[in-house]
């Protein structure tokens, strides 16, 4: 596995593992997960998750609603993986390492009640 940096983050609520160099999650995942208007209960399908923070933040932020994360590229659905168990969040979170147009409702339990996405800089 790739070098990793280990970080806490929102004061200490969550501990988060990235990639030391290349693709590291930045301000404009939380603003996204601070954009977000989630309602109690829901389960919200997170596009593109890298190493999960964005499901990791409104994990935090909504203690009852249920998060999918899908990531194409297995080494950051590994350590999205890794991310949320070491957040005790494996109840909570489900990282899928799947391409988005091959995913079907099966793979998340039905359908879902809300699609976030972080779209990476081009």
Do not use: F, M, W
């Given at each position: 596995m790739p070098e990793l940096?280990?970080?806490t983050f929102l004061n200490g609520?969550?501990?988060?593992?990235?990639?030391?160099?290349?693709?590291?999650f930045s301000?404009?995942?939380?603003?996204?997960?601070?954009?977000?208007?989630?309602k109690p209960g829901e389960r919200i399908l997170d596009i593109g998750a890298g190493c999960g923070i964005i499901s990791?933040?409104?994990a935090c932020r909504y203690p009852d609603i249920t998060l999918f994360g899908v990531e194409i590229q297995?080494?950051?659905?590994?350590?999205?993986?890794?991310?949320?168990?070491?957040n005790?969040?494996?109840?909570r979170i489900t990282i899928i390492c799947?391409?988005?147009r091959t995913l079907t409702p099966d793979l998340t339990a039905?359908?879902?009640?809300?699609?976030?996405?972080?779209?990476p800089p081009f």
């Open positions: 940096t280990h970080d609520r969550l501990k988060i593992r990235q990639l030391r160099s290349g693709y590291r301000v404009d995942s939380v603003i996204v997960a601070n954009l977000a208007r989630i990791l933040i409104l297995s080494d950051l659905t590994d350590i999205a993986t890794r991310n949320v168990s070491e005790n969040l494996g109840h799947q391409d988005i039905g359908c879902v009640d809300a699609v976030i996405c972080n779209p």
